[in-house]
Nanobody, 123 residues
């Protein structure tokens, strides 16, 4: 069973950048669709970005052009580079995995979840 541990969250001012990391253990992330989700206070969980086979990505409209999902297969680590952060991006961010990997992963519910890392953006 895959385990996911996120890091890299923090507090930044609007317009700033953060890079989230997710260390994957128990299996190769290449066997899974990988994704990032977030949940803000009083809001439903939202799919942010996913990464599938051959590097195909999917992004929520709200983050297109500002966020980028990527992976380092050698380190078995998933990343989310976030730029141009807005107060609305404030949320707990979760790394997620869904078996098996496929070319288009979408932003539907995934099978495995990390504990989350908090991102707070001030205006």
């Amino acid at each position: 069973q895959v385990q996911l541990v996120e890091s890299g969250g923090g507090s930044v001012q609007a317009g700033g950048s953060l890079r989230l990391s997710c260390v994957v253990s128990g299996d190769s992330q290449n066997n899974y669709c990988m994704g990032w989700y977030r949940q803000g206070p009083g809001k439903a969980r939202e799919g942010v970005a996913s990464l599938g086979t051959y590097g195909r990505t999917t992004y929520a409209d709200s983050v297109k052009g500002r966020f980028a999902i990527s992976r380092d297969s050698a380190k078995n680590t998933l990343y989310l580079q976030m730029r141009g952060l807005k107060p609305d991006d404030s949320a707990m961010y979760y790394c997620a995995a869904d078996w098996p990997s496929r070319s288009s992963c979408g932003l539907d519910d995934f099978d495995y979840w990390g504990q989350g890392t908090q991102v707070t953006v001030s205006s």
